[in-house]
């Protein structure tokens, strides 16, 4: 296909770059190291394209500076207090990244590997890898597919999974979005609007109480749409799950958020079929070089993770994140760029 090319190499394996396209100029690029979308192209409400999420250029520097910059991640995304889970009985210790935390899958999550082409069109990719046995203490052979759909002025990414042994597992895509362009400074300005009603309070590891607390009244009220940064609970800004609210259609998907850049009229709207949305507003950015040259600022980009509640796995009055043997995981995120009027 005229639309899979080379991307460079990691450890002396071909990385490829696959091209979607859309409507009105829309297009994604995904890479096959982490099944990531690098790239996606939106019009404004002129038609001008920009690309909207953060990235880098070379196969190295998304290994090395990544930061899950655009990946699917898994097994289990998000954090899992003190690495340590219990499954029928047995205490289960998974790789420790982040302090004592498990984040994302571990250090050598399905970020890092490098996914197989299975299907390929001049609008969808489908990719799959393998997750084995003991794979950053996980249980059971895993297999994950991450497929991208570009559909007119939209981008339907799903991930799927299955296993031949029970295992937790909560694939997300990891990208930051700056509706602007991805090298346009802050997103503190663009508008944000998230159907959530209750948010999961952190402790000092970013790790949830338990508590189910209410949006009103607090930094995390989104109901109603407001520039990002109008209010934030701290210096950090958000890192914080939003339980949904709103019904599931017939489709089985629900919607959960909606931003928009007020300069370009450029707008996302976003449903899913998970039960939670990790808010993440990327205070880790430090002006390092992206991009084309871009320079990153503190808050360039926001990350909008629809999953399953973090340590679900610990926290039985959460959603379950349970998969067992004979069941198809199937998580679906659908994205919508039709300009705003």
């Given at each position: 296909m005229t639309n899979r090319t080379s991307a460079g190499q990691i450890d002396g394996q071909e990385v490829h770059r696959v091209i979607l396209t859309g409507a009105q100029g829309l297009r994604a690029e995904v890479l096959t190291y982490g099944a990531r979308l690098a790239a996606l192209w939106v019009p404004d409400r002129m038609g001008a394209l920009?690309?909207?999420?953060?990235?880098?250029?070379?196969p190295s520097d998304w290994r090395d500076r990544g930061g899950y910059l655009g990946a699917t991640c898994g097994r289990y995304s998000n954090r899992v207090a003190d690495g340590r889970l219990v499954l029928d009985g047995r205490t289960i210790q998974l790789d420790q990244n982040e302090g004592k935390q498990h984040l994302h899958g571990g250090r050598a999550g399905l970020d890092t590997k490098l996914w197989q082409i299975e299907e390929l069109s001049d609008h969808h990719v489908s990719l799959t890898t393998v997750s084995p046995d003991?794979?950053?203490?996980?249980?059971?052979?895993?297999?994950a597919r991450a497929t991208y759909r570009v559909e007119d002025l939209g981008l339907r990414i799903t991930l799927e999974a299955q296993a031949d042994a029970p295992t937790p597992v909560?694939?997300?895509?990891?990208?930051?979005?700056?509706?602007?362009?991805?090298?346009?400074?802050d997103v503190l300005g663009q508008e944000l609007q998230i159907d959530a009603d209750y948010y999961l309070?952190?402790?000092?590891?970013?790790?949830?109480?338990?508590?189910?607390?209410?949006?009103?009244?607090?930094?995390?009220?989104?109901?109603?749409?407001?520039?990002?940064g109008a209010t934030m609970p701290g210096p950090a800004g958000f890192d914080h799950n939003l339980c949904l609210s709103a019904p599931t259609g017939?489709?089985?998907?629900?919607?959960?958020?909606?931003?928009?850049?007020?300069?370009?009229g450029?707008?996302?709207?976003?449903?899913?079929?998970?039960?939670?949305?990790?808010?993440?507003?990327?205070?880790?950015f430090d002006g390092g070089v992206g991009k084309a040259g871009a320079r990153y600022p503190r808050f360039a980009g926001f990350a909008a993770e629809t999953q399953r509640f973090p340590n679900s796995p610990n926290m039985p009055h959460f959603p379950s994140a349970r998969l067992e043997p004979g069941q198809l995981y199937h998580h679906v995120m659908l994205f919508d760029f039709a300009p705003a009027g």
């Open positions: 920009e690309d909207i999420v953060l990235g880098f250029d070379s003991g794979d950053m203490g996980y249980p059971g052979t895993l297999t909560n694939l997300v895509n990891h990208a930051y979005f700056n509706l602007a362009g991805h090298q346009s400074g309070p952190v402790d000092d590891r970013l790790i949830p109480t338990g508590e189910v607390r209410s949006v009103a009244d607090a930094p995390f009220d989104f109901r109603t749409p407001r520039p990002i017939s489709d089985g998907l629900r919607p959960c958020l909606r931003v928009m850049d007020p300069a370009s450029r707008q996302m709207r976003l449903s899913t079929t998970e039960p939670g949305l990790q808010l993440y507003t990327g205070a880790h």
